[in-house]
Every structure is written in structure tokens, then in C-alpha cells.
């Protein structure tokens, strides 16, 4: 099991983020990443324990009012940093995932003859670049998210954040844990309360 969390807010919510992540050691992983909206979409993952992603994020100074993270178990690709969540489309969506999307291949097929290119070999990065895909025609991110998880057959957790709009975090749920968290003007999301019981204790639970 790997996990997710996710938070917009009116402060930093990077630190929130880490330690999110690492109340979600427990799960087991083999890697883990965050990703913020901050002048662009600003990345840091490492393969090894959230200590190794947090020490890069003191490296690169990473701030940011919204943002995602995400604990990986390998399953679609080896354990690598290329395969490593988030993943990026185009530099103005980010995704987290966790679950196995069963039609992956098909998609990836289909995205690369639109024009679509690939980093790693994940799953994961099919979602990035549907809702990319959703996204310059809607210009809406819910409306995008809602058009890209109706093209997967699995069972998946998402959350996603676009350079495009600092003011939304979409996610979705099918087969896989997903709560939202509310706070006082801030919002969380995540595959476990425990990830988020520092910040609020105010969740729901969402259906499929």
C-alpha cells in the first residue's frame, strides 16, 4: 500500500506535506515525492525513505500553498526516481495515484499518437497526461479530471494540481481509500487520516 496527501492553503503547507508522508510510513513504499505550485510546478523525489525526499526539499528551498505528495510501492516499473510520484504533464499538471490502472497500455498508446511523451514506465503518468489532454479543451480542472478517470478501467486514489489554476485541487476515487480534510480556509487530501490529524480532524469520507 502506498499513500497521499494533498493541501491548499494560505501557508506553506510543505512541511504539512512531509510529515503527512511520513505518518505514512507504515504502509511501505520504496520511494516518495512532493509536488507544489509555486512559479511553476516545482518537483522533488527520491528513492528510500521520506528523511532522503525531505533532505532535497531543504536543498531546493521548496515552498508553496498547494501541493501533493505521495509514498510509492513499485508496481508498473522498477524502483527509480523517473518512476517516482508525482508525475508531470507538460510541466502544468500534476498527479498522485495510488492503485492499478488496468488499461494503461491502451492509453499510452493512444496518448503518444497525440503527441504524448513518456518519462517512466508507470501507470501513473497515463493520468497525468489524460487530464493534461482534458484540460486544453475544458480549461476547467474538475471537468478535466472528471473526463480523465471515465477513460480508466482499475482501481485508482488520484490527486491533481495544475500550474493553470493555484486555486483548485481535484481528486477522485474508485476502489482506493480518499478523504477530503477541512480546515479553517484550507483543505486536505489524503489516503489515511492519520496523514492529516495534525491539521484537522474534520474529514470526509468519499464515495466512489
Same mark, same amino acid.
Given at each position: 500500500?502506498?499513500?497521499?496527501?494533498?493541501? %491548499?492553503?494560505? !501557508?506553506?503547507?510543505?512541511?504539512?506535506?512531509?510529515?503527512?508522508?511520513? &505518518?505514512?510510513?507504515?504502509?511501505?513504499?520504496?520511494? *516518495?515525492? $512532493? @509536488?507544489?505550485?509555486?512559479?511553476?510546478?516545482? &518537483?522533488?523525489?527520491?528513492?528510500?525513505?521520506? +528523511?532522503?525526499?525531505? @533532505? =532535497?526539499? +531543504?536543498?531546493? =528551498?521548496?515552498?508553496?500553498?498547494?501541493?501533493?505528495?505521495?509514498?510509492?510501492?513499485?508496481?508498473?516499473?522498477?524502483?527509480?526516481?523517473?518512476? +517516482?510520484? /508525482?508525475?508531470?504533464?507538460?510541466?502544468?499538471?500534476?498527479?498522485?495515484?495510488?492503485?492499478?490502472?488496468?488499461?494503461?497500455?491502451?492509453?499510452?498508446?493512444?496518448?503518444?499518437? #497525440?503527441?504524448?511523451?513518456?518519462?517512466?514506465?508507470?501507470?501513473?503518468?497515463?493520468? @497525468?497526461?489524460?487530464?493534461?489532454?482534458?484540460?486544453? *479543451?475544458?480549461?476547467?480542472?474538475?471537468?478535466?479530471?472528471?473526463? @480523465?478517470?471515465?477513460?480508466?478501467?482499475? +482501481?485508482? *486514489? $488520484?490527486?491533481?494540481?495544475?500550474?493553470?489554476? *493555484?486555486?483548485?485541487?481535484?481528486?477522485? !476515487?474508485?476502489?482506493? /481509500? #480518499?478523504? $477530503?480534510?477541512?480546515?479553517?480556509?484550507?483543505?486536505? %487530501?489524503?489516503?489515511?487520516?492519520?496523514?492529516?490529524?495534525?491539521?484537522?480532524?474534520?474529514?470526509?469520507?468519499?464515495?466512489?
Amino acid at each position: 500500500m502506498c499513500g497521499i496527501v494533498g493541501a %491548499i492553503a494560505n !501557508r506553506n503547507i510543505v512541511p504539512l506535506l512531509t510529515e503527512g508522508l511520513r &505518518r505514512l510510513e507504515y504502509r511501505g513504499y520504496d520511494s *516518495a515525492g $512532493i @509536488a507544489v505550485v509555486n512559479d511553476g510546478i516545482k &518537483r522533488v523525489r527520491r528513492v528510500g525513505r521520506v +528523511a532522503e525526499m525531505e @533532505a =532535497g526539499i +531543504a536543498a531546493e =528551498g521548496l515552498t508553496g500553498m498547494l501541493g501533493i505528495g505521495h509514498t510509492r510501492w513499485a508496481t508498473h516499473g522498477g524502483v527509480t526516481e523517473l518512476n +517516482a510520484h /508525482p508525475h508531470i504533464s507538460h510541466e502544468e499538471i500534476a498527479v498522485v495515484h495510488n492503485g492499478i490502472i488496468e488499461n494503461h497500455e491502451a492509453q499510452r498508446e493512444r496518448l503518444k499518437a #497525440l503527441g504524448y511523451q513518456f518519462e517512466s514506465q508507470t501507470d501513473t503518468e497515463v493520468i @497525468a497526461h489524460l487530464v493534461h489532454h482534458y484540460f486544453k *479543451a475544458a480549461g476547467d480542472l474538475f471537468i478535466a479530471t472528471q473526463q @480523465a478517470v471515465q477513460d480508466l478501467h482499475g +482501481a485508482y *486514489a $488520484i490527486g491533481v494540481v495544475s500550474l493553470r489554476d *493555484a486555486s483548485t485541487m481535484t481528486c477522485a !476515487r474508485k476502489g482506493c /481509500p #480518499l478523504l $477530503i480534510g477541512v480546515g479553517a480556509d484550507e483543505n486536505f %487530501i489524503a489516503s489515511d487520516m492519520s496523514a492529516i490529524i495534525s491539521a484537522t480532524r474534520r474529514v470526509m469520507y468519499l464515495e466512489e
